[in-house]
T-cell receptor, first 113, second 109 residues
Framework: SQTIHQWPATLVQPVGSPLSLECTVE??????LYWYRQAAGRGLQLLFY??????ISSEVPQNLSASRPQDRQFILSSKKLLLSDSGFYLC????????????FGPGTRLTVT | GEDVEQSLFLSVREGDSSVINCTYT??????LYWYKQEPGAGLQLLTY?????DMKQDQRLTVLLNKKDKHLSLRIADTQTGDSAIYFC?????????FGTGTRLQVFP
């Protein structure tokens, strides 16, 4: 069966520090991968998605970047965090052949102080 | 354009039916979805409907789609306290899912 992991589960970082959040998927090959952010009291915002290794599409220009160094690994990064980067970050995957099933990881709660 | 809208809150009594509404803007969406998010957790796919369908029923859940008005609804029959959560609708556009703002459902005894 397929599983998706995210770490860390929670993170408190000062303004100006770097960020690296990792997402890995098991049990599938060549998945589409997604990063979403959920700010407090708001909906889900799609940040990045990837349809293959090294292929990254950015939805919202901002302080963050994403990379996909391996087929089932998706990394969200920042060189210098802003207060506005606080939120709940969710990784998701979808099988490239399936049009309707997208599965989410448990999320990382980031607080920038 | 890509925009999915939902009302923010819904409060219902236990045992009543809940209806959560959603409007979307992209008529090319092939699938529309309902996800549930419990506090501090990721999203769980509840159900989905293909765009050429009007209705889909799955146990206590009924999804209605009005493609002309670009309106999607989720009806939960016999709502229970365990149904309290945030419900997101989403539309599928090529490789992406675009989510609504989420509706917080509160069930009271």
């Amino acid at each position: 069966s397929q599983t998706i992991h995210q770490w860390p589960a929670t993170l408190v970082q000062p303004v100006g520090s770097p960020l690296s959040l990792e997402c890995t998927v098991e049990g599938t090959s060549n998945p589409n991968l997604y990063w979403y952010r959920q700010a407090a009291g708001r909906g889900l915002q799609l940040l990045f998605y990837s349809v293959g290794i090294g292929q990254i599409s950015s939805e919202v220009p901002q302080n963050l970047s994403a990379s996909r160094p391996q087929d089932r690994q998706f990394i969200l990064s920042s060189k210098k965090l802003l207060l506005s980067d606080s939120g709940f970050y969710l990784c998701a995957w979808r099988a490239w052949r399936a049009s309707y099933e997208q599965y989410f990881g448990p999320g990382t709660r980031l607080t920038v102080t | 354009g890509e925009d999915v809208e939902q009302s923010l809150f819904l409060s219902v009594r236990e045992g009543d039916s809940s209806v959560i509404n959603c409007t979307y803007t992209d008529s090319s969406s092939t699938y529309l979805y309902w996800y549930k998010q419990e506090p501090g957790a990721g999203l769980q796919l509840l159900t989905y409907i293909f765009s050429n369908m009007d209705m889909k029923q799955d146990q206590r859940l009924t999804v209605l789609l009005n493609k002309k008005d670009k309106h999607l609804s989720l009806r939960i029959a016999d709502t229970q306290t365990g149904d309290s959560a945030i419900y997101f609708c989403a539309e599928s556009i090529t490789d992406k899912l675009i989510f609504g703002t989420g509706t917080r459902l509160q069930v009271f005894p």
